[in-house]
């Protein structure tokens, strides 16, 4: 839960990185949180209305935490935009999100796990 909290601390935050553990963290509870949203309403047969609220109150969080992401792997943020080519640019993101972090500092700041690349 304390990625999910650092995730929402750092709300609109597009600089910096952020390390693997916590953007999968982030996206593993918000979806076994929305899941559950969604399991509530169906079972009391109520619309969609509060998973779709949910959705869109952290749609700025999923963006930014990505960009981090992106960040730390030693990518321009502006690499999430192949998400918008259907199914190709989705995996070529995907994958870019699973990559280990670029040691040491980048441009976009100090490497979040502390390490340094070997002299």
Not at 27 to 47: D, K, P, Q, R
Not at 68 to 74: A, E, P, V
């Amino acid at each position: 839960m304390e990625w999910y909290k650092k995730a929402l601390q750092n709300y609109a935050v597009f600089t910096g990185r952020a390390h693997r553990t916590e953007y999968w963290m982030f996206i593993l509870i918000h979806f076994v949180i929305l899941i559950a949203i969604s399991f509530i309403e169906s079972t009391l047969g109520i619309g969609s209305f509060i998973s779709g609220l949910y959705s869109i109150v952290l749609f700025i969080p999923l963006i930014s935490a990505a960009v981090r992401r992106l960040h730390d792997t030693g990518r321009s943020g502006w690499w999430y935009l192949l998400m918008l080519i259907p199914f190709i640019g989705t995996i070529i993101v995907i994958v870019l999100l699973a990559l280990d972090s670029e040691p040491g500092s980048n441009d976009y700041g100090p490497n979040p796990k502390g390490i340094d690349p070997p002299a």
